[in-house]
């Protein structure tokens, strides 16, 4: 696989919804190549920081910024 397939399939694989094969194809593949296992660590990150924001609301005078 290429890269640009794999780091279209990064939100797929962390969120468990790739059949084994592929799901085995992408971790074969992040553990070769520094550049999509950067990206992958980036998005779990991300996804792990919103998902300790705990539901909290954006402030309201911040809500139009991050509407843009």
Avoid: F
């Amino acid at each position: 696989m290429i890269c640009s397939q794999i780091r279209s399939q990064l939100s797929e694989y962390l969120d468990a919804e790739l059949p084994v094969a592929q799901a085995q194809r992408v971790e074969a593949h992040l553990m070769l190549c520094p550049h999509c296992r950067r990206e992958w660590e980036t998005l779990r990150a991300a996804v792990r920081l919103v998902s300790h924001l705990g539901g909290e609301k954006c402030p309201v005078d911040l809500r139009p910024s991050v509407l843009m």
